[in-house]
Nanobody, 127 residues
Framework: QVQLVESGGGLVQAGGSLRLSCAAS????????LGWFRQAPGKERDFVAA????????LYADSVKGRFTISRDNAKNTVSLQMNDLKPEDTAVYYC????????????????????WGQGTSVTVSS
């Protein structure tokens, strides 16, 4: 079992930056694919970014490409999401997730494929 806890959310003006972190406990996730998703009020949970277990394959939603960067530190059991040039449409609750069923360079963009989820951290971008 893996427990995930996100931090780093908050209120920021458009054009600003935030760094979200997700710490895992209970079991090492060094082989798991890791992802970030977000859910705005009244909307479905959407894929944001993912990194493979090998750490060398990253995928991003088109809406965040060039602005967000996902990274992982297996020694610290953490995954981070650096968010730059934030826009009001980035406002959402952000969730980190771990997929224990894919390995190597594989990554998953479908929320239903992920096995473990954090409780979420809220990001609000004001215009």
């Amino acid at each position: 079992q893996v427990q995930l806890v996100e931090s780093g959310g908050g209120l920021v003006q458009a054009g600003g930056s935030l760094r979200l972190s997700c710490a895992a406990s209970g079991r090492t996730f060094s082989n798991y694919a890791l992802g970030w998703f977000r859910q705005a009020p009244g909307k479905e949970r959407d894929f944001v970014a993912a990194v493979s277990g090998s750490g060398d394959n990253r995928l991003y939603a088109d809406s965040v490409k060039g602005r967000f960067t996902i990274s992982r530190d297996n020694a610290k059991n953490t995954v981070s999401l650096q968010m730059n040039d934030l826009k009001p449409e980035d406002t959402a609750v952000y969730y980190c997730a771990a997929d224990r069923r894919v390995f190597g360079r594989l990554v998953t963009v479908t929320a239903g494929q992920y096995d473990y989820w954090g409780q979420g951290t809220s990001v609000t971008v004001s215009s």
